[in-house]
């Protein structure tokens, strides 16, 4: 990787396009577009190769000709001695092999160029993609609120455009081209025969076009139900905290099931007129056949053609039955690829760009900004959020800009860096930003959000993230200083080189220790203008002020703005500007504004010190302790099995409807195989009329035979659609059902899990992968039992026809099964490497897009654009690799086919010649043959994706065979609260993530009573989070216990106490889903629109919803939140739990990101509800401690006072330290 690229140079429309290498692109996507010249190197050749291969059949049907003529002449005594037929023959029978040997070479390269073709054509349409969403205006992310779930789909269709320009265009050209050079040559034996051979060619391509509509129909609206799955399954793998916490499973796994079963009815459908169009155009093929043969019998017997010319034109009819429902199929497989491709241009929508440049000045800023009359509101929006704004911000000056939550600070943040296109102007250093280059604009000035992102990657690559060049290590020491990340660092065994961001072996920081990351990384760039935007929320107060001493310090020359609710951090010199619904009420230095009694001043002072939010995010001291755990998990899940317990697995999955079908489909596939055997005899009963030795066959003869072979066609399509349903009906059963197990063994697994699981694997594995899977039941078993039935069937037959003759073919069998066994194995080792390669790009586009803000304001494309390129490289070396195993496997079957099929006709006709056996027993046992190897080979070609199928089947036996975490689940009774009585009581409970590691909590007593308030307070890292996750039942103490209305808390039925228990957690839980759906998720009780109403007005929250264009039916959730500030998601936090009439209340930060305001009316709530509920919170707010009737202060795991806030205040000891 370029070091400039890594540090995230300033990035522009021409840089990104150069890296790529992408070209700009119609606006109607077809399956060509991404050709270019150079590709002709390949193509060409590819064409040739593809071509020359496809001429070997007709050359085959030229030999047979000829070998039938001969066989004629000996019929007539044209030679004086069998000996000199059979050496005439011979130099035939040894040109077929020849031919295989040449169809073998020329089968692997067409194959491998086409395939390397493939790879070039879906890299580029990755990197349009890819480009399309780091051009795009955050705007348009904005809308799209599915976006991760159709991103999961884009990755699905690009692998379905991939198939369908190689492994599908090959098969087409080379069928079309060997289409083309049978029926010429048929025309050259007897144009009649062959005219009446293309009078079927109409019914066939009319059929075929009728059955694609209705498949691309559904095939559209099977990826459009897919979507809704993704949603549910990131919902769940994203959010699985609060699944647990509200026991919200049981309703997940209905909402999995329902998106599922709507998935798999557009499935069937489109394989149902699959299956019809492959059953209706085998039969119509074999028909053709059919007639023509019968046909070819008439022309012999009026000496219009000779049997050699007749047997020629059957041999390519046979072929061209074959070529018909080859090329259908194809057709159908390239409609697929081009719906596949439409849709993925249609969900980024590569032709809608942003084409970025501007003018970038020479100097860097100075930060001198002038608002002037700006308005703004988001697209999916209809209310203004900032109204006619215009402030000036000197240069080199720190400024506040405080408000409460939805003022419009953030969006004010987001102007100033020409994230959104807004009315009005602004300025810096006099220039107009509309017409500043983007790129130089972020360049100068670096924001700081709230929700900070951290990539995957080390400490050291976050914090060097965005820089021009690497960090001198004077500036980088002095960065970690200022934040107080050093001690976090000198902690840590690999310092900074410590992996963080998700993933296997990365440690899991805390909210605090996010923000210092991002603030650091921020001190680093050393822009001219810093905005923090509720940068320090999660840190603690005294952290918090001593990080704003330095700041202030360091930034003495330098433009700063910081947006804040908490008044207590502003200086009585610092300049504040008052935002209040979209406009700057206020303005001017603090102490004025105070004296002077205005707005401003009537709000109280706030001391707001957030702790670290308590789901899975651990504290100082425990981050890094439960990796050891994941990685024992994920050594047990790795656990091989074997072949037998697969298939148990795999049969016990099925339920008893799918095992009925799944019988079924093999039943009809073992009859569908008998076709061939019963086909091969009638067939050889009408050579044997038109190559008579020494007699001429009768009209009639030929009738009944021509009859008795068009129902064995009829039986025969209809066979092979009811056999390909059943199995595709079971394929599905099983596809939902795996899903299902898998989706349930994933909820109850416990949360260290989820830390090092990757959501994104996880989502592609159980909607895309899963897929592979149909082809293992729907293809290989009948494909299997075909063989194994044809195969008895063919020895049984063979074999008694002609003993000797069989055993000769037999003989190849050892062969056709090494292929298949080398095949396999080598195969997988390479498809692996593959899905791999492929994960690691479908992570970075799905991490550079989660993070897409973030990417944009620190000009972070040419490092994200680095890192895709890198993964790409990798996926195309090895989709390089995969394709040469592939063609070389593929190909190699060529020379068994043909060299068995040579050496079985020398040795059949010198039997013949000998008088050992007649004509038709020889035709008998080497069409039998023949068929078997066709089949063999078929099956053998399909092995990729039986291989696929196979390996996306361990994957997902592994996840249901995790074990199941019974600590969040176990226990039956009912908790009872009892007045007088401690409601919980923790006794001497000692606790620790990891038993190698200090406990969090050590001998922890605590005693909390029923409709009383308490809050717990302490410094980071004192074990506040740990005690939750404990009440919760999220984790298990080591040693003492925890009780609840007097009963063990690890006996007691989690499910009936979550009804009864409400939490409201600093982070906001939301799903893509409509207001009323998330305030009502998972409620166990009836409430009317007026109850909600109600709750609303309570948390001021009623304007807003109503102003909404859907009011409570608007959607939120997803990339929707970004349109609703940090404040407001926490009020609809509270007015959820308010909702469920709860009897508990566990408050974790609940005002955290609220107003003074807007926090005093929520401590009035509480107070309200002390009555009738028992409270719990963690909060460092005055204003919460003040209403609370006990404050219990913690430090180092255990309770080191306890008391009523005044009192602890006047003994002026641990806690007095913590609030002052």
């Not at 019914?203 to 897919?226: A, C, D, F």
């Not at 066709?934 to 361990?954: D, E, H, I, R, T």
Request: aromatic content about 10%; hydrophobic content about 45%.
């Amino acid at each position: 990787m370029d070091e400039k690229d890594f540090y995230g140079s300033p990035v522009t429309i021409t840089s990104v396009l150069e890296t790529s290498g992408v070209t700009e692109v119609s606006r109607k996507p077809w399956l060509f577009m991404f050709v270019k010249a150079k590709d002709c190197w390949l193509l060409l050749p590819a064409s040739i190769f593809t071509i020359l291969s496809a001429m070997v059949p007709a050359t085959v049907a030229v030999l047979l000709a000829r070998v039938f003529d001969k066989l004629e002449g000996f019929g007539r005594n044209e030679y004086s001695s069998s000996r000199d037929f059979v050496a005439d023959v011979q130099w035939f029978c040894f040109a077929i092999a020849f031919v295989g040997i040449g169809a073998t070479l020329f089968s692997w390269l067409g194959l491998t160029c086409f395939l390397l073709v493939g790879e070039r054509q879906q890299k580029r349409c990755r990197q349009q993609v890819y480009q399309s969403l780091l051009r795009k205006e955050l705007e348009w992310f904005d809308r799209k609120s599915d976006l991760n779930s159709n991103l999961m789909q884009v990755n699905r269709c690009i692998e379905e455009f991939r198939m369908g320009v190689s492994e599908c265009l090959e098969m087409l050209i080379k069928s079309v081209a060997m289409l083309c050079a049978l029926l010429i040559l048929s025309f050259y034996y007897s144009w009649r025969l062959t005219l009446l051979v293309m009078a079927t060619i109409p019914v066939i391509v009319l059929v075929t076009s009728g059955w694609g509509i209705l498949i691309g129909k559904y095939t559209t609206l099977e990826n459009k139900h897919s979507e809704n799955t993704v949603k549910v399954l990131e919902w769940n793998l994203l959010n699985y905290t609060w699944i647990k916490i509200v026991d919200s499973s049981l309703l997940e796994k209905r909402k999995l099931d329902a998106a599922s079963k709507m998935t798999s009815h557009s499935f069937l459908r489109t394989k149902l007129f699959f299956n019809l169009n492959a059953g209706m155009i085998k039969f119509l093929a074999l028909m053709m056949f059919i007639q023509s043969f019968w046909y070819g019998s008439f022309l012999v017997r009026n000496h219009l053609n000779s049997s050699g010319d007749i047997i020629s034109c059957f041999y390519s009819c046979l072929t061209v039955s074959r070529i018909f429902s080859t090329i259908s199929s194809q057709i159908v497989s390239l409609r697929t690829a081009h719906i596949s491709l439409k849709y993925v241009f249609k969900s980024v929508d590569c032709s809608n760009v942003s084409y970025e440049g501007g003018f970038q000045p020479k100097h860097d800023m100075m930060g001198d900004i002038k608002i002037s009359n700006v308005s703004f509101k988001y697209p999916v929006r209809d209310d203004w959020v900032l109204k006619n704004i215009t402030l000036q911000i000197p240069a080199n000056h720190l400024l506040y800009i405080v408000g409460k939550s939805g003022s419009g600070k953030s969006t004010l943040a987001s102007l100033i860096l020409r994230l959104y296109h807004f009315d009005g102007k602004i300025t810096c250093d006099d220039y107009d930003i509309s017409r500043l280059d983007r790129s130089w604009l972020a360049s100068q000035i670096t924001l700081v959000q709230q929700q900070c992102i951290l990539f995957g990657g080390t400490i050291f690559e976050n914090l060097s993230l965005g820089c021009p060049t690497p960090a001198a290590p004077k500036l980088l020491n002095e960065a970690l200083q200022i934040t107080g990340l050093d001690q976090l660092i000198a902690s840590l065994p690999a310092g900074l080189n410590t992996k963080v961001g998700g993933g296997p072996g990365s440690m899991t920081l805390s909210g605090g220790q996010q923000q210092k990351v991002a603030l650091c990384r921020a001190l680093i760039r050393d822009t001219p203008v810093l905005i923090l935007d509720e940068a320090l929320s999660a840190v603690d107060y005294s952290q918090r002020i001593l990080i704003l001493e330095k700041l202030k310090r360091n930034r003495r020359r330098r433009s700063t703005i910081i947006m804040t609710h908490d008044y207590s951090e502003i200086a009585d010199s610092d300049y504040v500007v008052l935002m209040e619904n979209g406009k700057i009420e206020e303005q001017g230095v603090k102490i004025d504004l105070l004296n002077r009694k205005t707005r401003f001043a009537s709000f109280q002072y706030q001391l707001d010190i957030p702790d670290d939010p308590f789901e899975h995010r651990m504290e100082e001291e425990e981050v890094g302790q439960r990796l050891d755990l994941v990685q024992d998990l994920e050594s047990q899940a790795h656990k091989k099995v074997s072949a037998l317990r697969l298939l148990r697995q795999l049969w016990h999955v099925l339920t008893f409807g799918s095992r009925v079908c799944f019988l079924l489909g093999i039943i009809v596939s073992v009859v569908n195989a008998s076709m061939t055997p019963l086909f091969t005899f009638f067939l050889s009963k009408l050579v044997l009329g038109i190559v008579s030795v020494g007699q001429q066959a009768s009209s009639t003869y030929m009738v009944k035979w021509s009859l008795a072979l068009l129902c064995v066609a009829f039986m025969d399509g209809l066979s092979l659609f009811t056999s390909k349903m059943a199995l595709s009906q079971s394929s599905e059963t099983l596809v939902d059902q795996l899903r299902n197990r898998a989706f349930d063994k994933i909820l109850v697994q416990p949360v260290c899990w989820f830390q090092s699981a990757n959501p994104s694997a996880l989502s592609s594995l159980l909607i895309n992968d899963i897929k592979n899977l149909r082809t293992v039941i729907s293809d290989a078993p009948s494909q299997l039992i075909s063989v194994i039935a044809l195969i008895l069937i063919a020895l049984v037959w063979s074999l008694i026809v002609c003993w000797k003759l069989a055993l000769v073919g037999l003989s190849f069998a050892p062969l056709f099964a090494m292929f298949s066994i080398l095949f396999s194995i080598v195969l997988q080792k390479y498809e692996t490497e593959y899905k791999e390669a492929s994960d690691n790009v479908e992570g970075v586009v799905h991490e550079s897009v989660l993070g897409m803000k973030t990417v944009v304001s620190l000009n972070l494309q040419n490092y994200f654009q680095a890192r895709f390129n890198n993964h790409m490289n990798r996926m195309n070396h090895a989709g390089k690799q995969r394709a040469l195993i592939i063609s070389i496997a593929m190909a190699a079957q060529n020379i068994a086919i043909y060299l068995s099929q040579a050496i079985m006709l020398y040795y059949g006709i010198k039997l013949v010649s000998e008088k050992s056996i007649t004509l038709v027993q020889m035709i008998q046992v080497v069409a039998l043959i023949m068929f078997t190897v066709g089949y063999v080979s078929a099956m053998l070609s399909s092995m990729p994706n039986v291989n696929k199928g196979v390996l996306v089947f361990m994957k997902i036996l592994t996840l249901i065979q995790l074990p199941d975490n019974l600590q969040e689940s176990y226990g039956t009774t009912k908790p009872v609260m009892k007045p007088n009585k401690p409601l919980l009581r923790f006794q001497n409970v000692q606790f620790s993530y990891d038993p190698n590691t200090s406990p969090v909590l050590d001998n922890f007593n605590l005693s909390l009573y029923m409709n009383e308030i308490t809050c717990i307070v302490g410094k980071s890292g004192c074990g506040k989070s740990t005690l939750l996750n404990l009440l919760l039942r999220l984790y298990s103490p080591q040693k003492g216990s925890i009780k609840f209305c007097g009963a063990n808390l690890d006996q007691l039925d989690m499910s009936e106490l979550k009804k009864e228990v409400a939490v409201v957690t600093q982070n906001h839980y939301f799903f893509d889903g409509t207001i009323f759906e998330n305030l009502t998720y998972n409620l166990h009780k009836t409430v009317t629109r007026a109850q909600i109403d109600e709750v609303l007005e309570l948390v001021d929250m009623a304007k807003f919803v109503h102003s909404l264009p859907d009011n409570l039916f608007s959607r939120i959730g997803g990339s929707s939140n970004l349109l609703i500030s940090g404040g407001q998601l926490q009020r609809l936090c509270i007015a959820r739990a308010l909702i469920r009439s709860p009897k508990v209340l566990i408050l974790d930060e609940c005002t955290a990101s609220l107003d003074p305001q807007n926090t005093k009316r929520v401590a009035k709530i509480i107070l309200g509800l002390k009555k009738h509920v028992t409270i719990i919170m963690i909060s460092h707010q005055r204003e919460m401690m003040q209403i609370a009737d006990t404050v219990a202060y913690m430090e180092d795991g255990i309770i080191k006072e306890k008391g009523h806030y005044n009192t602890l205040s006047n003994r002026k000891n641990l806690f007095y330290q913590l609030i002052n």
